[in-house]
């Protein structure tokens, strides 16, 4: 593979239900990043990873836990699913946190929360 | 805080059409500013960026001036194509946001033959 993979591609989840979001980069990059997009909204930031071993709250992190365990995976887990959490995430990865550094974006996953 | 804000769409053209987006931001200090581009059922990609003022980011035909005086970074092509039908995104980065990417709420825009 080459860049960055998130699985499922898409998921439609009754309320209530426990989720989790997989993203993996092949890049050796140091951070990594989870969004949510909504019409109007554009991206906003749910939680971020500077480098394996920590995270960081970004700004709509209620609902979300993310773990980082090693330097390619970056899940994102939503323990009890709500309708409000209907959305397309993406997964991002940049080489290292800093200004004008570019960010890697994954394909999706459209989530729907039923 | 930091935000960008940039123009509603959709942003309807023809082919070999000028085209304008409209981006304007607030940040602290000195932020680095960028275009990125969704064409559909796909990610984001980085189309141009600017680290400083007066800089130009430029790819693809597209262009964007970092403008400090006015707090802009408005998306310029001399003539688009079908194929630039996408959504559109200006987003920044700044120390006052720990280096993180703001975005604005994307253009969409369509382009017919």
């Known amino acids: 593979i080459a860049g960055i993979t998130q699985a499922p591609t898409s998921q439609i989840l009754a309320a209530g239900r426990r989720m989790t979001l997989r993203c993996t980069q092949d890049?050796?990059?140091?951070?990594m990043y989870w969004y949510r997009q909504d019409l109007g909204l554009g991206l906003r930031l749910i939680h971020y990873?500077?480098?394996?071993?920590?995270?960081g709250k970004g700004e709509v992190p209620d609902g979300y836990s993310v773990s980082r365990a090693n330097t390619d995976d970056f899940p994102l887990t939503l323990a009890s699913a709500v309708p409000s959490q209907t959305s397309v995430y993406f997964c991002?990865?940049?080489?290292?946190?800093?200004?004008?550094?570019?960010?890697?974006f994954g394909p999706g996953t459209r989530l729907t929360v039923l | 805080g930091d935000s960008v804000t940039q123009m509603e769409g959709p942003v309807t053209l023809s082919e070999e059409a000028f085209l304008t987006i409209n981006c304007t931001y607030t940040?602290?200090?000195?932020?680095?500013l960028f275009w990125y581009v969704q064409y559909p059922g796909e990610g984001l990609q980085l189309l141009l960026k600017?680290?400083?003022?007066?800089d130009k980011g430029s790819n693809k035909g597209f262009e964007a001036t970092y403008r400090k005086e006015t707090t802009s970074f408005h998306l310029e092509k001399g003539s688009v194509q079908v194929s630039d039908s996408a959504v559109y995104f200006c987003?920044?980065?700044?120390?006052?946001?720990?280096?993180?990417?703001?975005f604005g709420a994307g253009t969409r825009l369509a382009v017919h033959p």
């Open positions: 991002a990865s940049q080489i290292r946190p800093g200004l004008g550094v570019e960010q890697f």
């Open positions: 890049m050796r990059h140091n951070a």
């Open positions: 990873s500077n480098t394996a071993g920590t995270t």
């Open positions: 940040a602290t200090g000195y932020p680095s």
């Open positions: 600017a680290t400083k003022a007066d």
């Open positions: 987003a920044l980065s700044s120390s006052g946001g720990y280096n993180k990417l703001i």
